[in-house]
């Protein structure tokens, strides 16, 4: 599966506005799919620009990306001032967000299987799932943490790997040669290399 379809499925599994409060946070996601898959036009049919748009936006309410770019940047947040971390933050989710439109096709015949869903010491849960695509399997696990707009996404793990320990490799290499300026502008400009590590790796 190609890292592009990865951040696809990842990312239309977490559209609308924050994941429910009420029930589990299995039944949040389980709901979240059947959403976009009811406002995706039928097979053969177009996604216009604007399903695509609406999409795209959707994607980042459920997702609590300044705690993901918190993480990824480590110790170096507390360094950073505040108008660089809106900055950093606006850069990632407008990266974040392209990333969500492609491969839209696809989504369509992708079977999702939700394993058993695993409570963390921290406070999170976890809802491990097979994602199967063209007959390619992808364990993806989503990590939720129950907030005041209801379940909110603090990391995904693609084949064993943390999308937020991923941002703190690619993060800390670009800081290191570029500085916090740096990655933004890389973020801006849809490089930087972090949104396709995001995907993991590609099949």
């Not at 943490?145 to 937020?164: F, H, L, M, Q």
């Amino acid at each position: 599966m190609r890292a592009a379809l990865t951040l696809t499925l990842t990312a239309l599994l977490l559209g609308g506005r924050a994941l429910a409060a009420e029930g589990t946070a299995t039944e949040a996601l389980r709901a979240r799919d059947a959403e976009i898959r009811a406002a995706l036009p039928p097979a053969g049919g177009q996604v216009t620009p604007e399903v695509r748009r609406r999409l795209e936006s959707i994607v980042t309410r459920a997702v609590d990306l300044r705690g993901m770019v918190q993480a990824a940047m480590g110790k170096r947040w507390a360094e950073t001032p505040e108008k660089q971390r809106r900055r950093l933050i606006g850069a990632f989710e407008s990266r974040f967000r392209k990333a969500s439109g492609g491969e839209l096709d696809a989504y369509r015949s992708t079977q999702i299987d939700y394993r058993p869903e695993a409570p963390q010491p921290e406070g999170t849960v976890q809802v491990p799932t097979k994602v199967v695509v063209k007959g390619e399997p992808t364990d993806i696990t989503y990590t939720l943490k129950r907030e005041a707009p209801g379940w909110r996404i603090v990391d995904i793990t693609v084949d064993g790997v943390s999308t937020v320990e991923n941002y703190r490799s690619s993060f800390s290499r670009i800081i290191g040669k570029e500085g916090v300026d740096g990655l933004i502008r890389r973020l801006e400009k849809g490089g930087g290399e972090p949104a396709p590590k995001a995907g993991a790796t590609a099949r």
